[in-house]
């Protein structure tokens, strides 16, 4: 593919329970198709060139849902965290989880340890999830962080806050894909999706397939980034 690869796209993964709702399936199929179509679409993103790829997994809002969907959410990502550990290894895929870790069950603490120190040295690609994430919260947390290590107010910079960020490594959004047609940010990313381009996909995220990263990337060399110039 000709043209400018994004660095890092971000993955809005919506329509899970209005797939389930459509296919007069529970709730928990939904999300199980979902997560069938994220390790497809993130690994075909990162085989296809982008160096980052995060997905928003869980946000610190959907505590609210039911107790048996959050149980059932839980489930899918501790398989991603240990049943899908060797098909990272294979592609070479290094994954990070950022969010807090506030609330979140001991086992799938445990599972994030294990499967960041697993894929620690892999060079095929980051992948992100960002789970237990809230946009607010992340830049909460710097700023906390930064008042802690005693740093006076006026020495305070974008720069400096952005060091000190969950996985600060992790540079800005160049992209940010939301499906199921909804068009927010639903407090994803915000410190890096100050200039992302953004793209609203009418499919609900379970009707995405590999082949749908080639449309994403290729509609993305067509934009014209000015950042504010």
């Not at 075909?44 to 505590?63: C, D, H, I, P, Q």
């Not at 890096?192 to 953004?198: F, I, N, Q, V």
Request: charged share 25%.
């Amino acid at each position: 593919m000709d043209g400018l690869i994004p660095q890092h796209i971000g993955f809005v993964v919506d329509g899970n329970r209005r797939w389930a709702k459509e296919h007069g399936l529970p709730t928990y199929e939904g999300h199980l198709a979902g997560y069938n179509s994220l390790k497809d679409v993130l690994i075909e993103s990162l085989n296809r060139g982008v160096k980052y790829a995060s997905a928003y997994v869980f946000s610190t809002e959907n505590w609210k849902r039911t107790a048996e969907e959050v149980n059932n959410l839980m489930g899918l990502l501790l398989r991603v965290l240990e049943s899908d550990v060797p098909i990272f290894v294979e592609n070479r895929i290094r994954l990070r989880v950022i969010g807090t870790r506030e609330g979140l069950p001991k086992a799938v603490i445990k599972a994030i340890d294990r499967a960041e120190a697993t894929t620690a040295d892999l060079d095929g690609g980051v992948l992100l999830l960002c789970l237990n994430y809230g946009g607010h919260l992340e830049i909460a947390d710097a700023c906390k962080k930064i008042i802690e290590s005693g740093v006076a107010a006026d020495e305070v910079t974008p720069e400096l806050i952005a060091k000190n960020l969950y996985a600060p490594e992790v540079p800005p959004c160049d992209l940010i894909v939301r499906t199921s047609g909804e068009q927010r940010l639903s407090n994803f990313m915000l410190w890096r999706a100050a200039y992302s381009e953004l793209m609203f996909i009418d499919k609900n995220w379970p009707d995405m397939t590999k082949d749908d990263v080639g449309v994403i990337i290729e509609e993305y060399q067509r934009r014209n980034r000015r950042f504010g110039g």
